[in-house]
């Protein structure tokens, strides 16, 4: 995670931005001018744990870019909270309230010790970025409802001959409590869920997920059950799982690859 020193002056001020700026993969295509009118018109918040960024269901004018900490994303569904996501550095926020007109789809809630965000507001967001063909925004209320409904109970064959045995079924329970992916689940739905899923084998060489697959294809969640496996990010390992680990939630979550 990336962090920024207190400016000293406003001209020190203005380069951390930039800098923010440039980190964030939503702005690659913008133009150096373009991104520094868009630094103009962005001021620093900075909250602490707990404090609430936006609210859901309230009206929004303002956009934001997360450049330290980490934000919990949830909504209220039927009185129950559900956390969908969790933002980190260079990530934002709050587009579809400006983009649709419309009311804040989700509550964003400070999660780590100190956050601190750039905040745009609607005359600059609509000005540079709202029209601008470089800049694409994912459409979140359409990933969150697949990720709330991606899970069908009734569709699930309710054959016994099909079904994990108890044991494994409740070594799995371990293996994903806290995961993100099984986060709003009750322990009867993880359940339900865990006793369908499919053992299969992986020779070693073979890859289980391959970086920059097409979206459409990440669409499994694993569990390791034996067997250790790295993961590489641009040919360089940053991870490893053992047996208990679990991976692929991500790219079903955020319908990415």
């Excluded at 009311?103 to 965000?117: E, F, I, K, P, Q």
Aim: aromatic share 6%.
């Amino acid at each position: 995670m990336k962090k920024f020193m207190p400016s000293k002056s406003k001209k020190n001020k203005k380069m951390d931005v930039m800098e923010v700026l440039s980190s964030v993969p939503l702005f690659s295509g913008l133009t150096d001018d373009e991104r520094g009118k868009l630094a103009k018109g962005l001021k620093k918040r900075q909250l602490k744990q707990h404090e609430v960024l936006m609210k859901q269901g309230e009206s929004g004018s303002e956009f934001f870019i997360i450049s330290e900490g980490r934000v919990e994303v949830s909504i209220h569904d039927n009185g129950k909270k559900l956390t969908v996501a969790t933002l980190e550095s260079g990530d934002y926020a709050g587009e579809q309230a400006l983009l649709q007109n419309t009311t804040r789809n989700a509550t964003l809630t400070a999660v780590s010790d100190r956050v601190t965000c750039l905040v745009c507001d609607q005359k600059s967001f609509k000005s540079i970025l709202a029209n601008n063909t470089s800049v694409n925004f994912e459409k979140r209320e359409a990933k969150r409802q697949a990720f709330l409904t991606a899970i069908n109970y009734d569709d699930i064959k309710t054959d016994d001959d099909e079904k994990l045995p108890e044991d494994t079924i409740n070594w799995l329970l371990g293996c994903v409590e806290g995961n993100l992916l099984f986060e709003s689940l009750s322990g009867k739905q993880r359940k339900h869920v865990l006793a369908h899923m499919k053992l299969i084998s992986v020779n070693q060489g073979d890859f289980v997920i391959t970086q920059g697959e097409e979206k459409d294809n990440a669409q499994t969640f694993y569990v390791v059950e034996s067997g250790e496996y790295d993961v590489l990010v641009d040919n360089v390992k940053v991870h490893h799982y053992a047996r208990g680990g679990s991976f692929g939630e991500l790219a079903l979550i955020h319908n990415s690859p």
